[in-house]
């Protein structure tokens, strides 16, 4: 098996503290609202577990987003040893303006289906379907698409 890496993609750091910070900052204003001006009951309550979940969001990227994306001559990994997908388990790439994507991404469709993961600001995937992007620079995706889209274009090429 050949493991030579041909395309990579990690996350922008200004992109990825940027959105770290952004998610802090929401956390701690709903967390401050609830506890400074206390409205009633249950939104209170609500404002705390929303402070909270934005809290763990931010905690969630900063996780995610340390590391990268690989891309293989077999499958798209993530740098932690994750596999996003196997190159033959792919039907297409889609990198058009109005695909449900990421930012600065693609999106994936296998022929089968997998675990539902999320990684926020880097890739999800959900059934069949696997997005890349989020706070990655645009032309480290592209290129990674672009490479894929390569690879499966040479496949079907050869498949007849």
Known sequence: MDDEI???????PARRWMGIVMMGVLGF???????ARPPAFQWQ??????????????????RATD?????TET?????NGTVLARVDDIQSVDRG???????????IKT????SRIWRPGLWWRVGRRVGVGGVTPGRDSRF?????????AMRDLSDG
């Open 111 to 114: 022929k089968q289906p997998g």
């Open 6 to 12: 041909l395309a990579s993609v990690h996350a922008s």
């Open 75 to 79: 499958e798209l990994r993530d740098t």
């Open 29 to 35: 204003m709903l967390i401050y609202i609830a506890l």
């Open 97 to 107: 303006f109005f695909a449900f994507k990421p930012s600065h991404g693609f999106l």
């Open 67 to 71: 590391h990268g994306l690989e891309l």
């Open 45 to 62: 309550v609500f404002l705390l577990v929303v402070g909270g979940a934005a809290l763990w969001m931010g905690d969630k990227m900063r």
């Open 144 to 152: 990674m698409s672009e490479t894929l889209a390569a690879m499966l």
